[in-house]
């Protein structure tokens, strides 16, 4: 279809709830929406698409056609969505990756010699299970403190099948094992361990260390050392593992806080697992940035959370969204949870939501590449300016003291860098008196005079120009481009009291505050020093030739070859001031020697 006739079929639509399917001419799902609206929600996409984002552009181009699926409520779209993006998993949607679930840990206690492991999911084969856990990592370090603790097998033979072939592995000669692959070992044994293994993952700590702490006494007595010291060390180790409090299962596993950051190019979304007020984990995922942060915030929460079959008993999230009742009540319908979502207002709940978003944004700038970085700062600008992400920005300065020595600079940033070779200066004519304004006007129209002559290093067009200064500056600006005939957006750099960069302001006085963002602030901030630096500099060369050479140049018999003697080897006025009348002489003909001396210790020049 065509997007008037898309438009068309979407103004049709009824205004009530339900799921939006979005297909590409091979009638491939390539979008599921929900909506509290169908009619509202689908006509979005077809009406103004100059102002979507790139993505939604580019998805709206490949919509051949839509389908729609009323729905009796919000709540049942909202499940019919989880359903169809699981089912399809559409390519412009926000899918999460992993989808190992929340793991947990597996006693096989119907075997003689049950084996402790690691699964995806509880499953109804008469197995113990304990959790679930915040993530695969503490559940694997769990697993093995367990086993180690009770120097239970961690390697990969099948008991009774195995037993008694082949020496024992390195594990039982490093001590962290029994050797349970010997013959001589009983299954007794081994189940007594793991019963003391299920109390460990039970978390009762208490109960193992007297019940070890017993047996150590029994061997003492019967002058068993050798048992009564590996028993000693067996209890030292549960002592250890239960200062970790390693355990974390769903009655402990109280509160997960989500973190959400996204550039131009990528977004993370984060999940930090807490204990007790403990963290325990961290898990986050890259992806494509969304148009909208809290409908996709909302779709990773609840994909999230289904994917792994549980829930904590609170989600912290950054922003409030719209449907999060709604998501407590699928999770109490689908993991059976009491789940309740929140928005933290106060106290160190929102120092833990900040520190998410924190990692969120760590982990963006980790994988972000430097040009990745300097693009999403020139495409925010652009955003905030209202054009075009800037590619070459010229900025201009004007430098004086009382009016002398005026000079104008234009220092030129190319791709977020400084651009050195197309720094140009302007030495100001025809204005003796302090008139920054007339001066800007001046450096204005001669470098862009330039451009429409297309004079050699000045036939580039910058994207945007900036101004050092305010209102007026940037209106001086604006006029001498207006006399030029040329249109090309102009802005001021507005310091705040201390000469900091506070803002950027259009030649008709509205203020864009910048400071907001802070990596576009920093930018700004580097260009303005820049051309601050790049404008004094070349003041300072132009007085100090000035100063250098005027005196000088009231000194009889002093020409210019002279004078570059003199300032060649003292370097400076004040040091052929100080020089004796001997040291003058090794550097000018006697004549010219007592000229000097006679000059600058007598100021009448007797």
Same mark, same amino acid.
């Given at each position: 279809?065509?997007?008037?006739?898309? +438009?068309?079929?979407?103004?049709?639509?009824?205004?009530?709830?339900?799921?939006?399917?979005?297909?590409?001419?091979?009638?491939?799902?390539?979008?599921?929406?929900?909506? +509290?609206?169908?009619?509202?929600?689908? !006509?979005?996409?077809?009406?103004?698409?100059?102002?979507?984002?790139?993505?939604?552009?580019?998805?709206?181009?490949?919509?051949?056609?839509?389908?729609?699926?009323?729905?009796?409520?919000?709540?049942?779209?909202?499940?019919?969505?989880?359903?169809?993006?699981?089912?399809?998993?559409?390519?412009?949607?926000?899918?999460?990756?992993?989808?190992?679930?929340?793991?947990?840990?597996?006693?096989?206690?119907?075997?003689?010699?049950?084996?402790?492991?690691?699964?995806? /999911?509880?499953?109804?084969?008469?197995?113990?299970?304990?959790?679930?856990?915040? !993530?695969?990592?503490?559940?694997?370090?769990?697993?093995?403190?367990?086993?180690?603790?009770?120097?239970?097998?961690?390697?990969? +033979?099948?008991?009774?099948?195995?037993?008694?072939?082949?020496?024992?592995?390195?594990?039982?000669?490093?001590?962290?094992?029994?050797?349970?692959?010997?013959?001589?070992?009983?299954?007794?044994?081994?189940?007594?361990?793991?019963?003391?293994?299920?109390?460990?993952?039970?978390?009762?700590?208490?109960?193992? !260390?007297?019940?070890?702490?017993?047996?150590?006494?029994?061997?003492?007595?019967?002058?068993?050392?050798?048992?009564?010291?590996?028993?000693?060390?067996?209890?030292?180790?549960?002592?250890?593992?239960?200062?970790?409090?390693?355990?974390?299962?769903?009655?402990?596993?109280?509160?997960?806080?989500?973190?959400?950051?996204?550039?131009?190019?990528?977004?993370?979304?984060?999940?930090? &697992?807490?204990?007790?007020?403990?963290?325990?984990?961290?898990?986050?995922?890259?992806?494509?940035?969304?148009?909208?942060?809290?409908?996709?915030?909302?779709?990773?929460?609840?994909?999230?959370?289904?994917?792994?079959?549980?829930?904590? /008993?609170?989600?912290?999230?950054?922003?409030?969204?719209?449907?999060?009742?709604?998501?407590?009540?699928?999770?109490?319908?689908?993991?059976?949870?009491?789940?309740?979502?929140?928005?933290?207002?106060?106290?160190?709940?929102?120092?833990?939501?900040?520190?998410?978003?924190?990692?969120?944004?760590?982990e963006v700038e980790r994988i972000t590449s430097r040009e990745e970085r300097t693009d999403n700062v020139l495409s925010l600008l652009g955003k905030m300016l209202k054009i075009p992400a800037p590619k070459r920005i010229e900025s201009f300065d004007i430098s004086n003291i009382s009016g002398t020595d005026i000079v104008g600079s234009m220092v030129v940033f190319m791709n977020g860098k400084p651009k050195k070779s197309d720094y140009k200066r302007f030495s100001i004519r025809d204005i003796d008196e302090q008139d920054d304004y007339a001066c800007m006007h001046q450096v204005i129209i001669r470098r862009f005079a330039h451009l429409k002559n297309a004079d050699a290093g000045f036939d580039q067009t910058p994207d945007l120009i900036l101004i050092d200064g305010g209102i007026a500056h940037a209106q001086v600006a604006l006029r001498a481009l207006?006399?030029?005939?040329?249109?090309?957006?102009?802005?001021?750099?507005?310091?705040?009291?201390?000469?900091?960069?506070?803002?950027?302001?259009?030649?008709?006085?509205?203020?864009?505050?910048?400071?907001?963002?802070?990596?576009?602030?920093?930018?700004?901030?580097?260009?303005?020093?820049?051309? &601050?630096?790049?404008?004094?500099?070349? &003041?300072?060369?132009?007085?100090? /030739?000035?100063?250098?050479?005027?005196?000088?140049?009231?000194?009889?018999?002093?020409?210019?070859?002279? /004078?570059?003697?003199?300032?060649?080897?003292?370097?400076?006025?004040?040091?052929?001031?100080?020089?004796?009348?001997?040291?003058?002489?090794?550097?000018?003909?006697?004549?010219?020697?007592?000229?000097?001396?006679?000059?600058?210790?007598?100021?009448?020049?007797?």
């Amino acid at each position: 279809m065509r997007i008037d006739e898309l +438009k068309e079929k979407a103004a049709a639509l009824p205004q009530v709830p339900g799921v939006y399917i979005m297909r590409d001419k091979s009638n491939q799902v390539i979008y599921v929406g929900k909506a +509290k609206k169908l009619k509202n929600r689908v !006509s979005q996409y077809f009406v103004d698409t100059v102002s979507h984002s790139p993505k939604t552009r580019l998805m709206v181009s490949k919509i051949h056609d839509f389908d729609v699926i009323v729905s009796p409520s919000e709540f049942e779209a909202l499940v019919l969505e989880c359903s169809l993006i699981k089912q399809h998993m559409p390519k412009y949607n926000i899918l999460l990756k992993d989808d190992k679930g929340y793991p947990f840990v597996r006693l096989d206690a119907n075997s003689a010699f049950p084996m402790i492991t690691l699964v995806n /999911k509880r499953a109804d084969d008469g197995a113990i299970y304990f959790g679930p856990y915040g !993530s695969r990592g503490i559940t694997q370090d769990l697993i093995d403190a367990v086993k180690l603790t009770l120097k239970l097998p961690s390697c990969n +033979k099948k008991f009774p099948r195995d037993m008694g072939k082949g020496r024992p592995c390195l594990n039982y000669h490093m001590n962290q094992c029994e050797g349970w692959c010997q013959k001589e070992q009983l299954a007794e044994a081994y189940q007594q361990r793991i019963a003391q293994a299920k109390q460990l993952l039970q978390g009762d700590f208490k109960q193992v !260390s007297a019940q070890i702490k017993k047996q150590m006494l029994d061997a003492s007595e019967k002058l068993n050392f050798e048992l009564a010291a590996s028993l000693r060390d067996q209890l030292k180790a549960v002592e250890a593992l239960g200062q970790k409090q390693l355990v974390t299962g769903a009655g402990n596993s109280d509160t997960d806080v989500i973190g959400f950051y996204q550039t131009e190019s990528k977004a993370c979304f984060t999940v930090l &697992h807490f204990c007790g007020g403990s963290l325990l984990d961290k898990e986050y995922e890259i992806l494509l940035p969304a148009d909208d942060r809290e409908s996709a915030v909302s779709s990773l929460v609840t994909q999230f959370y289904l994917n792994r079959g549980y829930a904590p /008993k609170f989600i912290f999230l950054p922003f409030a969204l719209a449907d999060s009742e709604l998501i407590e009540d699928l999770f109490r319908q689908r993991l059976t949870t009491n789940t309740k979502i929140k928005v933290p207002a106060r106290g160190d709940n929102v120092r833990l939501v900040e520190m998410a978003r924190m990692n969120a944004v760590e982990e963006v700038e980790r994988i972000t590449s430097r040009e990745e970085r300097t693009d999403n700062v020139l495409s925010l600008l652009g955003k905030m300016l209202k054009i075009p992400a800037p590619k070459r920005i010229e900025s201009f300065d004007i430098s004086n003291i009382s009016g002398t020595d005026i000079v104008g600079s234009m220092v030129v940033f190319m791709n977020g860098k400084p651009k050195k070779s197309d720094y140009k200066r302007f030495s100001i004519r025809d204005i003796d008196e302090q008139d920054d304004y007339a001066c800007m006007h001046q450096v204005i129209i001669r470098r862009f005079a330039h451009l429409k002559n297309a004079d050699a290093g000045f036939d580039q067009t910058p994207d945007l120009i900036l101004i050092d200064g305010g209102i007026a500056h940037a209106q001086v600006a604006l006029r001498a481009l207006d006399a030029l005939n040329m249109q090309i957006p102009v802005f001021g750099m507005v310091k705040d009291d201390r000469h900091r960069t506070r803002g950027l302001v259009t030649p008709d006085g509205m203020e864009i505050a910048i400071d907001t963002q802070q990596s576009v602030f920093a930018f700004i901030g580097s260009i303005q020093e820049e051309t &601050h630096r790049f404008a004094i500099t070349y &003041h300072r060369q132009l007085r100090s /030739k000035r100063l250098q050479y005027s005196e000088l140049d009231r000194i009889p018999g002093v020409g210019p070859k002279r /004078k570059a003697a003199l300032l060649k080897i003292f370097q400076s006025i004040s040091s052929i001031k100080q020089a004796s009348l001997e040291e003058l002489l090794r550097v000018l003909p006697a004549d010219a020697a007592n000229s000097v001396y006679r000059y600058f210790h007598n100021t009448n020049g007797e």
